[in-house]
């Protein structure tokens, strides 16, 4: 038998992403593999977005069985997957200001107040620096190029 939604204006058809708590609970409570991929692969799209919120807070209210402890499993590799991406895309644009300033690490670093073994770690992504030093970072690089 389909999925159905009772007493919803949305269908199990519609975007994951237009579903109500009400909607998500069902489908997780009684929907198949077919409807749990969808909201899984709308997490992984957007781990704090609405669906991951949706899909956390039904968890949390149905605990639905078998299917509870996977979703969160879903929440959590996607959050831990986008911060990894994160980190990485900070990672670059560090290693993109410090070459496209012409300083050298150690000069780059100097400017910003900081150490360039503490610039190394920014660089390679093991440490993320605030958002004050990246705007640091940016005006350090846009001042030794003439900006």
């Known amino acids: 038998m389909p999925l159905a939604f009772r007493n919803l204006d949305t269908t199990p058809d519609d975007p ?8 998500v609970i069902t489908a997780l409570e009684r929907g198949g593999l077919a409807h749990r991929r969808r909201l899984a692969a709308a997490i992984r799209a957007d781990p704090w977005g609405p669906v991951a919120h949706t899909v956390g807070e039904a968890v949390r209210v149905s605990r639905p069985y078998g299917v ?26 560090v290693r993109s200001l410090v ?18 073994s503490r610039l190394s770690t920014y660089s390679s992504g093991r440490v993320i620096p605030s958002a004050t030093l990246m705007v640091r970072m940016r005006r350090v690089a846009g001042a030794a190029d003439g900006r």
């Not at 994951?16 to 009400?22: D, G, N």
């Not at 831990?80 to 991406?85: K, L």
């Open 16 to 23: 994951v992403e237009t579903w109500p708590l009400e909607a």
């Open 68 to 93: 509870a402890p996977l979703m969160e499993t879903v929440i959590t590799h996607a959050r831990e997957a986008a911060a990894e991406d994160e980190r990485a895309q900070i990672a670059r644009e």
């Open 99 to 116: 070459g496209s300033s012409g300083l050298t690490a150690a000069e780059f670093a100097r400017r910003l107040g900081t150490s360039a």
